[in-house]
């Protein structure tokens, strides 16, 4: 016989009891409550309750095993085998003795037995023997109302696994550390999907990083976590709830309007949705779960569900209460947190965390000190000489918890400047100078610049940035007559500043003013080229044409070119207009220009677009010069630059002024049209 027979000795049903062993991780605190029962120091009746895939029935075996341990007598009853008029015999054993253990599992599938066993069977079970109840409903209200079962019954609400104990759950798993981050950004510490998904994943070990579940998964999933829906009409609701952050009863009459008021009742009772002050949340893991089903099963009612949600959530920004703002900006930015935002910025954050104020007169003194500590004395100044003209400007965030403030942020509106308030503060008189450079303002228009001041613990990766961000974003939705907008960013790191120029449509201008010792840079936006509604638009239109986590192929590996580069890119493509072959090496085919132009091939697209601009200079009689020395030069095939004066009839040095200036006029167009989208007004210079 081979030295490995006795690998095939015993049965197979201590074989996967040993495998479940391994795999049991965490739990700790049940664990401890179970055990103070099971050694008589605490409750008769515990209750356990979670969504499907939780970890219940695993729970259950290994309180059956603590149980044995201890030389209890165990008796496990399944709610998915037991006939109901079978129950009381089944769970008999525990009314005869007083050491039996009773544990119930899946009990939602017999919880019409609930009230006969609060009432008639709990009763009856002798004092020392201890029942344990899972299901996926928590217990009915009754139970604690009743104060007869006040000590008698302790309720234990399964969640799930912390971050350390779903690491040891992969561990036990075999899971490679290239599949953990992406198994933890999908499942969570969701023990079900975290298995299920590393089953999947490890045999797909080609996958790494780039691993996400497929729809065999997603399916499977759905079946043991959601199961079926009464109807179709409560599958939407289901959807419209995974795709909202929080699904309130008018939200749901926006995207749903037949039926809204029951079937928020029905999601409100399901036990993979919770409740919050500001309406229904799903599981995470179901909520990804059901946004992946439905974007890849039915993109366009994906489409159609998701603008209901956007319209709805945006006139909710542009009418609540200033109070309300940044929670109704949040709301409507919930789906754009897999944007390609930084890792830090869309964190998961106590809700009420911090608060915001407005800023009073009495809290100037503190406005300073917190703007000392946090960038200086000649950062502090200038908060204080905005306060003293704008008081009404600024906001105050604080800790909820212990009112302890942390941050300020204000909103500056400029119509105008005096001499006094250009040379106090770099930072507004950069931006003010700025915009009067590139278009002025015109009657009744205003610039808004925003400035913050956020103690050094609560910058970058904080969720009162967050807040604060909301905002600000509130504040650019709900402006009237609001030329440009001017953020402030100390230190931005690049992927701050790649994530402003390509999802928010923001760009820094080329120099950075100066406080004190710090540089800062000013990210601009212009609001006559690209208005609210426009802007809103964009975002909504990328985040459902892309999938969700990742840009489109088109825009993946977009050129982001400074002006000066960008200029350079676009004089040589003028030079080598009539080559496809150099205008396809051209940086410029990887820029947003040529990317809007989707469905062309890129180097023509770049013909075209440079055609275009030289043609579109015509239109303007004080550009018509520069038409024409463009298209004789790079339209017309002129082999030398003497050629095309004289065919022109313009002394050389006259041809070679207009066609500078025509070149700088492309140059600009184009520079504009690339920073506020093809369908932005074209730029005039003045």
């Not at 037995?113 to 008639?120: I, P, Q, Y």
């Not at 499942?187 to 080609?206: E, I, M, Q, S, W």
């Not at 604060?468 to 709900?478: A, D, E, K």
Request: hydrophobic content about 45%; proline content about 6%; glycine content about 8%.
């Amino acid at each position: 016989m081979s030295s490995g027979s006795d690998d095939k000795s015993g049965l197979l049903g201590c074989r996967l009891q040993a495998a479940r062993a391994r795999a049991f991780v965490g739990r700790e605190e049940e664990l401890a409550v179970f055990n103070a029962a099971l050694y008589g120091g605490g409750c008769s009746v515990l209750y356990v309750h979670g969504p499907g895939g939780i970890g219940k029935s695993a729970l259950l075996r290994r309180f059956a095993h603590e149980a044995a341990v201890a030389g209890r007598p165990v008796s496990l009853v399944d709610g998915r085998l037991l006939e109901p008029s079978a129950s009381e015999a089944e769970a008999e054993p525990v009314l005869r003795d007083a050491d039996a253990v009773l544990l119930v599992d899946d009990f939602e599938r017999i919880q019409g037995l609930e009230g006969w066993l609060r009432e008639r069977f709990l009763p009856r079970v002798p004092m020392g023997a201890l029942v344990v109840i899972a299901g996926r409903n928590p217990p009915d209200v009754r139970w604690q109302a009743d104060p007869g079962w006040a000590g008698a019954l302790e309720v234990l609400p399964l969640r799930d696994l912390p971050a350390g104990d779903a690491q040891a759950l992969m561990d036990s798993s075999g899971v490679p550390a290239e599949l953990r981050e992406p198994l933890l950004a999908f499942a969570g510490g969701h023990p079900l999907a975290l298995l299920l998904g590393a089953a999947v994943a490890v045999k797909d070990g080609g996958a790494g990083r780039r691993w996400t579940p497929n729809q065999d998964v997603v399916a499977t999933l759905l079946d043991q976590l959601v199961g079926e829906s009464p109807s179709a009409a409560h599958r939407r609701a289901l959807e419209i709830c995974a795709h909202a952050s929080m699904t309130t009863e008018d939200l749901l009459r926006a995207a749903l309007p037949e039926d809204a008021g029951p079937l928020f009742r029905w999601l409100r009772r399901l036990p993979f949705v919770e409740s919050s002050s500001l309406g229904l949340f799903p599981h995470e893991v179901v909520r990804e779960l059901l946004e992946a089903d439905l974007r890849w099963r039915d993109p366009e009612g994906y489409a159609v569900m998701h603008d209901r949600i956007h319209a709805h959530l945006a006139e909710r920004v542009r009418t609540a209460s200033d109070v309300d703002v940044p929670g109704a900006v949040a709301a409507l930015l919930y789906r754009h947190r897999d944007n390609g935002a930084p890792a830090a910025f869309h964190g998961r954050h106590d809700e009420g965390e911090f608060r915001e104020e407005a800023l009073r007169e009495e809290d100037v003194g503190m406005l300073r000190r917190v703007a000392t500590a946090a960038e200086g004395a000649a950062s502090a100044g200038c908060a204080a000489f905005w306060a003293e003209r704008q008081l009404e400007a600024f906001r105050l965030y604080r800790r909820t918890e212990t009112g302890e403030p942390v941050a300020f942020s204000a909103w500056l509106r400029l119509a105008e400047l005096d001499e006094e308030e250009l040379t106090a503060d770099p930072m507004v008189a950069m931006a003010w100078a700025h915009a009067r450079a590139t278009t002025p303002l015109r009657a009744g228009e205003h610039v808004a610049v925003s400035r913050v001041w956020a103690l050094p613990p609560y910058r970058g990766n904080s969720p009162v940035m967050d807040v604060i961000q909301w905002r600000v974003i509130g504040n650019c939705l709900r402006a009237e007559r609001m030329a440009w907008s001017y953020i402030e960013i100390r230190h931005p790191d690049q992927a701050w500043v790649e994530h402003l120029r390509r999802h928010y449509g923001m760009r820094d201008i080329s120099e950075q003013p100066r406080l004190g010792d710090d540089a800062y840079s000013l990210f601009v936006h212009d609001w006559r080229a690209v208005p609210a509604q426009a802007w809103l638009e964009r975002m909504n239109h990328r985040l459902v044409a892309e999938p969700a986590g990742g840009p489109s192929a088109a825009t993946a590996k977009l050129a982001v070119l400074s002006q000066a580069e960008f200029a350079e890119a676009v004089r040589k493509a003028l030079r080598q207009l009539s080559r496809l072959d150099a205008l396809a090496a051209s940086p410029l085919t990887r820029t947003r220009l040529i990317a809007e132009r989707a469905g062309q091939n890129p180097a023509t697209a770049l013909g075209d677009l440079l055609r275009q601009a030289i043609d579109d200079l015509r239109e303007d009689p004080r550009s018509v010069k520069f038409h024409r020395a463009l298209s004789v030069t790079f339209l017309r095939g002129t082999p030398t630059q003497e050629l095309a004066a004289e065919r022109l009839g313009l002394p050389f040095t006259t041809y070679r002024r207009h066609l500078t200036a025509g070149i700088e006029r492309v140059c600009a167009d184009l520079w504009h049209r690339e920073l506020y989208g093809t369908d932005a007004p074209a730029y005039r210079s003045t």
